[in-house]
């Protein structure tokens, strides 16, 4: 079935350092969205992509839906202790509204 | 959290049991979605409702069954608790699909089969 491969797993950097992660896929995909989970709580959504080549921003936050439709990207700048947590894309699976997640990248920011 | 209530929030269970998991939500949103969180897994779907009495499977079906009697209430239903469904259960809610707009999600029900 359909995966969604996030890079990298795990981040360690700095307070003030930027951030840059993805999210790839096999297939294409028509909605990108983008979630943060702390601990212990269930994944807020931080960016919604619905059109290829879209970028949009949030914040510090920017994401952008991929031109082939099989990747996105989240980048988040001068990254603070409270960016900390786990990131997932997620997106409709083919024609359908089951939505599915990659497996997250994690970070972590150090002062 | 867009107003979707998990209950319980923990529960500790015995292999063999059955157990059942509520998602209520006060959204009158239409889809309804039950996700497991293991590490290393992310969420994976297990079955989602697209309206009242409509459910399909999602990718990790196996051993759950779901039931949606009216707008507001989901349940989860693991008919044999097994060790193996030890997890993080997360429902989720959209108004008109994540084809179209995102899905919010509860804060978790943390299930442990002993």
């Known amino acids: 079935g359909q995966q969604l491969n996030q890079s990298p797993q795990s981040m360690f950097i700095q307070e003030g350092e930027d951030v840059s992660m993805n999210c790839t896929s096999s297939?294409?995909?028509?909605?990108w969205l983008w979630y943060k989970q702390d601990p212990g709580e269930g994944p807020v959504l931080l960016i919604a992509?619905?059109?290829?080549?879209e970028l949009t921003s949030n914040g510090r936050l920017t994401a952008q839906f991929g031109i082939t439709r099989k990747d996105s990207f989240l980048n988040i700048s001068a990254s603070i202790p409270s960016d900390v947590g786990i990131y997932f894309c997620a997106g409709p699976r083919g024609n359908t509204d089951k939505l599915i997640f990659g497996t997250g990248t994690r970070l972590q920011v150090f002062p | 959290d867009a107003g979707i209530t998990q209950s319980p929030r923990h529960k500790v269970t015995e292999t063999g049991t059955p157990v059942t998991l509520r998602c209520h939500q006060t959204?009158?949103?239409?889809?309804m979605y039950w996700y497991r969180q293991d590490p290393g897994h992310g969420l994976r779907l297990i079955h989602y409702s697209y309206g009242v009495k409509d459910t399909d499977k999602g990718e990790v079906s196996d051993g759950y069954s779901v039931s949606r009697s009216k707008t507001e209430d989901f349940l989860l239903t693991l008919e044999s608790a097994t060790s193996s469904q030890t997890s993080v259960y997360f429902c989720?809610?959209?108004?008109?699909?994540?084809?179209?707009?995102?899905?919010?999600f509860g804060q978790g029900t943390r299930l442990t089969v002993v």
């Open positions: 992509l619905y059109k290829a080549g």
């Open positions: 989720a809610i959209s108004d008109v699909g994540t084809r179209n707009t995102e899905a919010f």
């Open positions: 959204e009158n949103h239409r889809y």
């Open positions: 297939s294409i995909f028509n909605t």
